[in-house]
């Protein structure tokens, strides 16, 4: 039986960096595969999701979700890939990420450096997931939750709709649109899950499925149909969403 190669994926908002890493990696670790070289924190995120990668090369400047806000949002998960900082941080902040036991790299990458970071990572790819309760706290602390009451604008016609956020139930997304299902009724907008996610507080919304954000004030309970499936009902209505395995870490109590 072949055995598995290592999957990774890079994040930067920069197209220099990225393919720089990307080149040092093929030279160094040639059998890891490159599943992934995301342009922003949102599409890294939604790769993540997608791919499910072992090893998370973050740049931590990136417009929308950073790339702490991202790996606070990776730790969440029930399996989470190790993450790798690509950052220009000072040694205070770095001596932060090391008493955290996270791995970095300085830009610009040298393969030297790459080379050391590498050499821990292979041995731990074999080991149990990281320490994802001390994870959260050091992110916490260096990329707290970005609450906002900014209203979410739907159009109707000749008219602009807007819903305050305490008052959305779910976000639903298709091909084209995201459903917003409100007190007050549903409404279109062509706003993508991937890109709310970086307007919303993530403690009062949660993402369930890669399709679905839910306010989690709304939900009632969350049943376990059975191995590997689970969906959750909300207040006063019929809907049950549906809940990814990744996400159902969520509900610890299950």
Request: glycine share 4%; net charge negative; aromatic share 6%.
């Amino acid at each position: 039986m072949t055995p598995t190669r290592p999957t990774a994926l890079i994040a930067d908002d920069e197209e220099a960096p990225r393919e720089q890493l990307r080149a040092a990696l093929a030279r160094l670790w040639p059998e890891l595969d490159l599943v992934a070289a995301s342009s922003n924190g949102a599409e890294a995120w939604d790769d993540c999701l997608a791919l499910e990668p072992d090893i998370a090369f973050l740049d931590i400047r990136m417009p929308g979700l950073s790339g702490l806000e991202v790996a606070r949002r990776l730790a969440g998960l029930s399996t989470p890939p190790l993450i790798v900082f690509v950052t220009a941080f000072d040694e205070h902040a770095l001596a932060a990420f090391e008493a955290g036991a996270l791995d970095y790299v300085l830009k610009p990458v040298d393969d030297a450096r790459l080379a050391q970071t590498l050499a821990r990572l292979r041995p731990r790819l074999a080991q149990p997931g990281p320490d994802t309760a001390a994870l959260q706290q050091l992110l916490q602390h260096l990329a707290p939750a970005r609450p906002t009451n900014r209203p979410i604008q739907a159009s109707l016609g000749r008219e602009v709709l807007l819903i305050p956020p305490d008052e959305v139930i779910y976000f639903e997304a298709d091909q084209r649109y995201t459903r917003v299902v409100h007190q007050g009724g549903d409404a279109l907008i062509r706003t993508p899950l991937r890109e709310l996610l970086t307007q919303l507080d993530p403690e009062q919304f949660w993402q369930i499925h890669r399709s679905v954000l839910v306010n989690s004030r709304c939900i009632a309970r969350a049943v376990r149909i059975d191995e590997g499936h689970m969906v959750v009902t909300l207040r006063g209505r019929d809907e049950k969403l549906p809940v990814s395995r990744q996400f159902q870490v969520l509900f610890k109590g299950q």
